[in-house]
């Protein structure tokens, strides 16, 4: 009977996840491993903004945010927020296998949240008032966000087409 049983989970295949939802699951840690090294940034000074500027202290006026759990529900969101960025990235440049589309989404992403959607954040100066160390770092971390989101998607649509062009070669050569 025991052996049955073995017998029977060896046949068992797990279902891999599809496409889109490793491309979410991409975003959401790239979201909250690029936002904690956001936030290094900030302690170490290489830039006057932390992320919770963003996303907490630009609407809540709370003790609380500036304390470590601020920074944690910070991190939180921002990967909540990166599901959306991930999937914009993969409607629109998951077929582009290159590292470069990758850097240039991120450069993009720059440009929106410190240039067009800089008034919404009451918290972070304008882009003529910030150092040219955090113009330097928030770039460099918004260009190395992109790259990991945008080429993680890209390498694992093109990895799952090949996959499925050699099962299909497979099928056809057994019949």
Known sequence: ????????????HETPMTILARSLLT???????????GTVLYYFN???VAPKSFILSSWIQAEWVDTW???????FIIGLLSIGTALIYYGLFKK???MWVGAVFGILL???????MNPIFSTVPPLTKLHMDTIASTSCLFILYGTFIGYSISYDYHDLQGSNNQSNNQKTEKV
């Open 96 to 98: 582009i296998n290159s």
């Open 1 to 12: 009977m025991a052996e049955q049983k073995k017998q029977l989970e060896q046949n068992q």
């Open 110 to 116: 720059w440009i929106v949240i410190f240039y067009i």
């Open 27 to 37: 975003g959401f840690i790239g979201g909250v491993f690029w936002s904690i090294f």
């Open 46 to 48: 290489f830039s006057e």
């Open 69 to 75: 759990l601020g920074n944690v529900i910070t991190i």
